[in-house]
């Protein structure tokens, strides 16, 4: 018997140092404040950029439409690591901001499954809150941009309750042929299919700590 209890407290203990050594991300400097009340920033490109990736062995086409960037209290985050898996979108990550964040968290459920973000309320509300309530929650799949590492593990360690801020571009994702795999949302209003962002991460800011891809890996703009 205590030979199984060595056993699994080493097991625990390498799987713990796993991942807060080898998955914990590097490079983090200081960030500006976050401003949960601030409303996300979208701009249209003048021009669109197309940038060639590869992840495994196959070879991916990301069209970069609008420059993003939205800061808010993480509801959930999931990695999806068996169920729902995808080799590009790392973590949904979902998020909820503005004035009346703090009611939002105090009178809503919420669930995350099936790369969706589900909420329901816990007493009836009027119409008014129901708009307000979905143009200020959203589900965000999160992409590495160019795929970097250190960035792939600073997404992976967004956990629920952070404060963060994303910066990066709203993109479609193309197979090599020109196939669409998925188009993100270009807009907070929506809700069902096709209303998740879809961004490709340059610049990620957990708390206080910000990290950011290599210069080489960011966009022209």
């Not at 703090?102 to 809503?108: E, G, I, T």
């Not at 299919?193 to 891809?213: F, H, N, P």
């Amino acid at each position: 018997m205590e030979h199984w209890k060595v056993v699994t407290a080493l097991i625990v203990g390498l799987w713990a140092g796993y991942n807060f050594l080898y998955m914990r991300p590097f490079h983090g400097r200081a960030g500006t404040a976050i401003d949960l009340t601030a409303e996300p920033v979208q701009n249209k490109l003048e021009e669109q950029e197309t940038v060639e990736f590869q992840r495994g062995n196959k070879k991916y086409i990301a069209v970069l439409k609008f420059n993003y960037s939205i800061q808010g209290r993480v509801i959930m985050a999931s990695t999806y690591s068996v169920f729902y898996h995808s080799d590009l979108l790392v973590v949904d990550v979902g998020l909820g901001w503005g004035k009346k964040l703090d009611w939002m968290l105090d009178n809503l459920d919420f669930d995350q499954g099936g790369r969706w973000l589900f909420w329901q309320t816990r007493k009836s509300i009027s119409a008014g809150e129901k708009q307000y309530i979905e143009s200020h929650l959203s589900n965000n799949h999160l992409i590495p941009a160019g795929f970097d590492w250190n960035m792939e593990k600073a997404l992976r360690w967004i956990k629920q309750g952070d404060d963060i801020k994303i910066q990066g571009y709203l993109v479609t994702l193309k197979t090599r042929d020109g196939k669409v795999i998925i188009r993100s949302s270009t807009t907070r209003t929506d809700t069902g299919a096709g209303a998740c962002e879809v961004i490709w991460v340059e610049k990620l800011q957990i708390g206080d700590t910000m990290y950011s891809v290599p210069e080489s890996l960011m966009a022209k703009y």
